[in-house]
């Protein structure tokens, strides 16, 4: 059984280190697929690609809208921290 995930922790080249406390969509009987808020104009998405990769990916959010044909950073693996306690 894998232990829960209780926070993620992104580096990101932009921004530094993101910490997501409130993960929105995470289910332990289902692959990794996160979104959450940075702030009123950003929203990550941290997602399982397959064969172990892990994804983040940094979208513009304008309007309360998100805008996913328009990518602000994306990063995998060593950039990407499942914390368990």
Not at 55 to 76: C, F, K, M, W
């Amino acid at each position: 059984m894998t232990p829960e995930i209780k926070r993620i922790k992104i580096t990101s080249e932009l921004f530094g280190a993101i910490h997501l406390p409130k993960l929105i969509g995470l289910n332990k009987d289902h692959p990794l697929d996160v979104w959450t808020s940075i702030g009123e104009h950003m929203d990550i998405n941290v997602f399982e690609v397959g064969d172990g990769t892990i994804q983040a990916t940094i979208y513009p959010v304008r309007d309360g809208r998100i805008n996913t044909l328009h990518i602000i950073e994306s990063l995998q693996n060593d950039n990407i921290e499942l914390i368990t306690s």
